[in-house]
């Protein structure tokens, strides 16, 4: 490859995340908009029936032909509870008190809680800076998390609350992916873990049905975004960026979305971009690009995966909405 064609590919790449990384970001506008119509399980239900439906033409294609074998059921199942069910139905939920810049914020806290996940697994000693950022980016959630007592009233503590348990589940999502994200294409492995998390998602609908309202061309419309864009063109296109794009770089890049969604939601929602979001979404990201920082303890460079780096529970997740 020359070099000017090394050039046009890192472009390429780099187009690519920032455009998955754009439609993640706008994913929690979308859900705002969708609640005009759809209950918070029910519009769950309808989006990953749609990623599913997409996902499921996909896998015919012969490089994604794969079967899951057998002994590999379960965990694949679990992916599907824990990072699509359980991710979908907490965020959902907590969507509906907490303002989409402040939940865009809060998933930008994710690494953190993955990464003391995987200290208590694991058992793996945290060098000093690690365990620093981790403390900045706890000081920087606690801001995020504080509202006065009428916002309390209203239920949006109760819905930070729910985004950091979700945060819970996504990492539980990483670490089962982590032992089968090499046996199957990426496709294929999303496929899997998004029909289970659909089939355990299907009969929550039903608790409802109340509330269903014919669909508007608005709300509808933000469903399919979801569904089609967030869940599965935007991890193709994250997908595409791997391919080239060194992991620091990726992780860097993923520092963009919190950003990309308070920008959203103060350009569609009118949402107040307060200071205290400014400081507190500032201190976060610093506290996830310290704890990402290599250092001489990281002696074993582990190899990165599509799935790990999803850092966006959104197309979930995931990544993650």
Known sequence: MTVSEQKQSNATSILSVLGALIIWGSSFVAIKFAYATYPPLTLAVVRFLVATVILGGLTLLPKNRVRLQKKDILTVAICGLTGIFLYAVLQNIAMQWTSASSATLIIASYPIITLLMESLIYKKKLSAIKIVA?????????????????SRVQGELLGIILFIIAGIGWAVYNFMMKSVVNHYPPITLQFYSTLFGTIFLLPLALLERGQWRQPTLLSFSMMMFLGVFCSVIAYLLYNRGLKTMAPSTITSMLNLMPIIGVFFSWLLLGEQVTLRKVIGGAIVIFGVMLSVRKTKADAVTEPVSSLELQGSPSTLPQQKD
């Open 134 to 150: 981790i403390l900045i980016a706890i000081v920087g959630v606690v801001i995020l998390s504080y509202v006065k007592s009428e």
